[in-house]
């Protein structure tokens, strides 16, 4: 892959995960990286915690990475827009910048502007290897976000030491009477045009800003952002709520506005009769943006809906940077999506097309009054052979 031939990436699929380059990547919108960054940033002063230099030097790994696996400065360019972080330039030899960037103007929605672009510093120094610095920041007032090359680079860590195998033989769906045909929208999903534009470097779709982001980076900030929480004597279960509650903005924005969006209603809501046909759809959708294999055991909203994940993103990340855990409770972003995906169709009913805002997540999806609870009962990051979750009122 090189700029002179402009080949897509080659996407390899393996049991739910999108891999290129060796790497897993996760289709996520802006308002779950900006909730994620936000709450990661909120660590600091967690014993020696440093949520900026995590946030930074977690992506630097991942690039190096992929120079070890061939990948050519060109490449690791033309990738960062293709994935829809934005389009980097040289201004000249301290200096880039970022024009149009994921995370210098579609970040901003949690808290007020500020510098933000720790991702694009840290990807910059892998493919520089040298430290780097954001100096201007677009949302803050700056024409562009700006980056400047400060000297060499400290050694950096690399977690992924760890060899964990994909799960290949994964059991079919359960037998629902549902008319919902999964292959067929994972194969649709597939084929649309879910990369960054070649003017912007951004993916524009479903009314949010989506990435096709390094699963690992996600794992990475969460996991250590919340052991540093819990070293610091945070309990346990607010030190796990914070990033379950990322997963419930996930599904609030990034599925809400797919269940709302035309592609939806062409592909998906002919296939549905009733709430279950949605949640069957939506899992289907799911099934397709790389995070594992999503599995309906039970669906009853007045009693337990139950869904394992096959190769969940985190639970195979957790065993490719940790030792088996002897915590059953740790894959965050997947409880909160399935919570949230009972609340879209139970709670607040997401086929009536309310409005998506701020507002409404306050008072009516996320208020207490009616709102069902998850648990996790068995973890690939404490050995089991998938992620398990209940939603029960």
């Known amino acids: 892959m090189n700029q002179e031939t402009q080949q ?3 996407v390899t ?3 739910g995960h999108n891999i290129i380059g060796g790497l897993s990547r996760v289709i996520h919108c802006n308002f779950y990286n900006s909730y994620l960054q936000m709450t990661v940033l909120l660590t600091q002063g967690a014993g020696d915690q440093n949520p900026e230099r995590l946030l930074t030097d977690s992506v630097t790994t991942l690039v190096h990475f992929l120079q070890q696996h061939g990948y050519t400065h060109d490449d690791l360019l033309y990738e960062f827009s293709h994935n829809g972080f934005g389009i980097i330039k040289q201004l000249d030899d301290n200096t880039w910048e970022t024009p149009r960037s994921h995370y210098g ?10 510098k933000s672009c720790f991702f694009t510093s840290g990807y910059l120094q892998g493919l520089l290897n040298k430290r780097v610095t954001e100096t201007a920041c677009k949302i803050a007032g700056a024409e562009n976000d700006q980056f400047s090359v400060e000297g060499e680079l400290p050694e950096i860590e690399n977690y992924l030491t760890r060899e964990f195998e994909l799960q290949t033989n994964i059991p079919e769906r359960s037998s629902f009477d549902t008319s919902v045909d999964e292959e067929k929208i994972i194969a649709t999903v597939r084929t649309l045009p879910l990369y960054g534009n070649k003017e912007s470097g951004l993916i524009e779709a479903f009314g ?10 996600y794992n990475r900030i969460s996991y250590e952002s919340y052991f540093a929480l819990r070293d610091a004597g945070i309990p346990d279960e607010d030190s796990k709520e914070m990033f379950i509650q ?10 809400g506005r797919i269940m709302t969006s035309p592609e939806w209603y062409g592909l998906v809501v002919p296939m549905c009769e009733t709430k279950e046909d949605w949640f069957h759809g939506m899992i289907a959708v799911i099934n397709a943006l790389g995070w594992g294999i999503y599995r309906v055991e039970k669906l009853d909203p007045n009693g337990e809906t139950i869904v394992r994940v096959y190769n969940s993103y985190e639970g195979v990340g957790y065993r490719r940077m940790y030792p088996k855990s002897d915590d059953k409770i740790l894959s965050f ?5 399935v919570l949230g995906l009972v609340h879209l169709l139970w709670k607040i009913d997401i086929r009536e097309k309310p409005e998506l805002t701020k507002e409404f997540y306050v008072e009516q999806y996320n208020n207490a009054e009616s709102s069902y609870t998850a648990e996790q009962t068995h973890a690939i990051a404490a050995g089991d052979e998938y992620d398990r979750f209940i939603v029960s009122k």
């Open 13 to 15: 699929s393996i049991g």
């Open 208 to 217: 949010a800003v989506l990435t096709n982001h390094f699963a690992d980076y």
């Open 333 to 337: 972003l997947a409880m909160g999506a």
């Open 105 to 114: 103007e579609a970040i901003c929605i949690q808290g007020k502007p500020a």
């Open 246 to 255: 990322a997963g419930h903005v996930c599904a609030f924005n990034t599925f």
């Open 8 to 10: 897509l990436p080659q």
